[in-house]
């Protein structure tokens, strides 16, 4: 098995804080104006592929009052898994993501690409074995 906590994007106290792994604040990766291809990012993120649906709506993490609809989902692009809220991140908070995502989803031309139905469940068993502090 991977190590699938390598590959979660977002796994920052704010967004995970019931979760004691989580890799510390969202904040200090915050800039303070839009980064090149923000918008091109953030519909990436939106396109991934849904492990887990949460019909419901969060509250931004860091105070804005404002709602995500779905933001609890998990998502995929079959490497990386991201929160459903992720993409509101980086467009409100212009929210800095690891490099080597940024390069990944331009090289793929910000188009989240195919992935098997065996793929989506091997993540989706991987994610539950995380969850439950399970390692195969």
Same mark, same amino acid.
């Given at each position: ?8 994007? $977002?796994? @920052? ?5 019931? %979760?004691?792994?989580?890799? &510390? ?11 090149? %291809? ?5 519909? @990436?993120?939106?396109? $991934? ?6 019909? $419901? ?5 860091? &105070?804005? $009052? ?5 933001? &609890? ?5 079959? *490497? ?22 940024? =390069?990944?989803?331009?090289?793929? &031309? @910000?188009?989240?690409? =195919?992935? *098997? ?8 068993? *991987? ?10």
């Amino acid at each position: 098995m991977s190590d699938i906590r390598r590959k979660i994007l $977002g796994f @920052y106290s704010e967004l995970w804080p019931s %979760n004691p792994e989580a890799t &510390g604040s969202i904040r200090p990766l915050m800039a303070v104006a839009p980064q090149p %291809n923000e918008s091109d990012i953030a519909s @990436y993120l939106r396109g $991934g592929h849904v492990l887990f649906a949460s019909m $419901g709506v969060v509250d931004d993490a860091l &105070g804005t $009052g404002e709602g995500i609809v779905g933001g &609890g989902s998990l998502l995929t692009d079959g *490497e990386w898994l991201w929160r459903g809220d992720l993409w509101f991140y980086v467009s409100r908070h212009h929210l800095v993501l690891p490099a080597d995502f940024r =390069a990944k989803a331009a090289s793929l &031309g @910000y188009a989240v690409p =195919a992935v *098997e139905q065996e793929r989506l469940m091997t993540l989706t068993d *991987e994610l539950q074995a995380l969850r439950s502090g399970k390692r195969k």
